[in-house]
């Protein structure tokens, strides 16, 4: 079984930056289709960016709009961590941001109910 640890976290000014960082413990020797999600206060949890492994083509990422062009998934696999570079933050990005692991076979990215382990999560302010 796969663990995740997330940081990175914190109360930034609108338009700063931070970066999440998420540890993969347990079982590294696999390697895994990584998400990032978040949920506010009385909202669903959703979908922020993820990032594929392939062995065999080079890794894909995906992006929610709202995010597009501000946030940045990365992953290094000799460290067993997946990065989220947040910049151009806003108000809005306020949120628990948790970490994913663990996509179901024929899963869909933007769904958190594909994916089998979680991390605890990071608490982000941004504001105004």
């Known amino acids: 079984q796969v663990q995740l640890l997330d940081s990175g976290g914190g109360l930034v000014q609108g338009g700063g930056s931070l970066r999440l960082s998420c540890v993969v413990t347990g079982r590294t020797s696999a390697k895994y289709d990584m998400g990032w999600f978040r949920q506010a206060p009385g909202k669903e949890r959703e979908f922020v960016a993820a990032i594929s492994w392939r062995s065999w083509r080079s890794t894909n990422t995906y992006y929610a709009d709202s995010v597009k062009g501000r946030f940045t998934i990365s992953r290094d696999d000799a460290k067993n961590t997946v990065y989220l570079q947040m910049n151009s933050l806003k108000p809005e990005d306020t949120a628990v941001y948790f970490c994913?692991?663990?996509?179901?076979?024929?899963?869909?990215?933007?769904?958190?109910?594909?994916?089998?382990?979680w991390g605890q999560g990071t608490q982000v302010t941004v504001s105004s």
């Open positions: 994913a692991a663990d996509l179901l076979p024929g899963g869909n990215y933007y769904s958190p109910a594909d994916f089998r382990s």
